[in-house]
């Protein structure tokens, strides 16, 4: 009966499919480094956007307005 399937057409699909998921397995590796990667360079992003508000909020704003104020008095501006 030449329909039938022997032991090493069944041994060589399962060597062959354990090779394409190691494959995939390998790519799934590399794609969470790269995502990870991006991640921690989105929080580092944040945090310094944070910090930079924090520095406009507390230094660039009050010097602005003792200038305006300054400014003000002198009748520089109205």
């Known amino acids: 009966m030449s329909s039938e399937i022997s032991n090493e057409m069944v041994l060589q699909a399962i060597t062959k499919l354990t090779e394409k998921v190691e494959e ?3 790519d799934f ?4 480094g790269n995502t990870a990667v ?3 360079g989105l929080e580092q992003a944040a945090k310094d956007a944070k910090f930079w508000n924090n520095v ?3 230094c660039v704003l ?3 307005t003792v200038l305006h104020q ?3 008095h002198f009748g520089w501006i109205k």
């Open 70 to 72: 300054i400014a003000v």
């Open 56 to 58: 406009k909020v507390i």
């Open 62 to 64: 009050p010097t602005v």
């Open 24 to 26: 995939y397995h390998g």
């Open 29 to 32: 590796r590399e794609f969470r």
């Open 38 to 40: 991006r991640i921690e």
